[in-house]
């Protein structure tokens, strides 16, 4: 059962910000929220992760809200190997050191030339 | 990809024989985990280990095992049992520090097609 929604598929120009939304109205106050992307047939990659300030690292920004109830993931330059399924997941900690993400079906992104 | 592999990166089999998917890490990372991923689909848990000797399902263990002998090696074997073996599975694997800022690293992935 995902615990975030996010838009199947959005377009976005080369070279404009893309800005990816999620939805986790559920979230609790000790999930930080996390953003992977999967390039087709490849492996998952990170991006970033935030509890409920924005962060910020050399491939993207993370806006949460003040209600932590949804985010934004801001890719500033997009160009087209951006061109991927992100991910927007709630970690769940099981506390034991070691737990699976649990990933929905994503929004599949794509930078238009 | 980062310091994980996974071997071979296609695999067909026919139908009824069991076949081992080979992960390894030069992370030193502490835990390890295989997930599956079906078209169209995001990925799901398959089974987990945070320490050497030690393993736990995830959501869809039936007709897969695994074994961790070695910190570095986390083989998973699809089983006959496995009534849809047919997907893109991956390892990944994470520090386990025991911190939510733990981050889960991904190997590139091995396309199973059962014949």
């Known amino acids: 059962d995902a615990k975030t929604t996010q838009p199947p598929s959005m377009d976005c120009a080369e070279g404009r910000a893309a800005n990816l939304p999620c939805n986790h109205s559920t979230i609790s106050g000790n999930e930080y929220v996390y953003w992977y992307r999967q390039i087709h047939s490849q492996g998952p990659q990170y991006i970033i992760h935030?509890?409920?300030n924005n962060e910020t690292n050399e491939m993207a920004s993370l806006i949460i809200t003040e209600d932590r109830k949804s985010s934004t993931l801001i890719l500033p330059h997009a160009t087209l190997r951006d061109t991927a399924v992100y991910y927007c997941?709630?970690?769940?900690?099981?506390?034991?050191?070691?737990?699976?993400?649990?990933f929905g079906k994503g929004t599949h992104l794509i930078i238009q030339p | 990809d980062g310091g994980i592999t996974q071997s071979p990166k296609y695999l067909f089999r026919k139908e009824g024989q069991n076949v081992t998917l080979s992960c390894e890490q030069n992370l030193n990372h502490d835990a390890m985990y295989w997930y599956r991923q079906d078209p169209g689909q995001g990925l799901r848990l398959i089974y987990y280990?945070?320490?050497?000797?030690?393993?736990q399902k995830g959501d869809i263990a039936e007709g897969y095992s695994v074994s961790r002998e070695k910190k570095e090696s986390f083989p998973l074997t699809v089983t006959s049992a496995q009534k849809n073996p047919t997907a893109f599975y991956l390892c990944a694997s994470s520090p386990a520090s025991g911190s939510l800022t733990d981050t889960q690293y991904f190997g590139p992935g091995t396309r199973l097609t059962v014949l």
């Open positions: 997941i709630v970690r769940v900690y099981s506390g034991g050191g070691a737990d699976g993400l649990t």
């Open positions: 935030g509890l409920k």
């Open positions: 280990s945070q320490i050497v000797n030690d393993f």
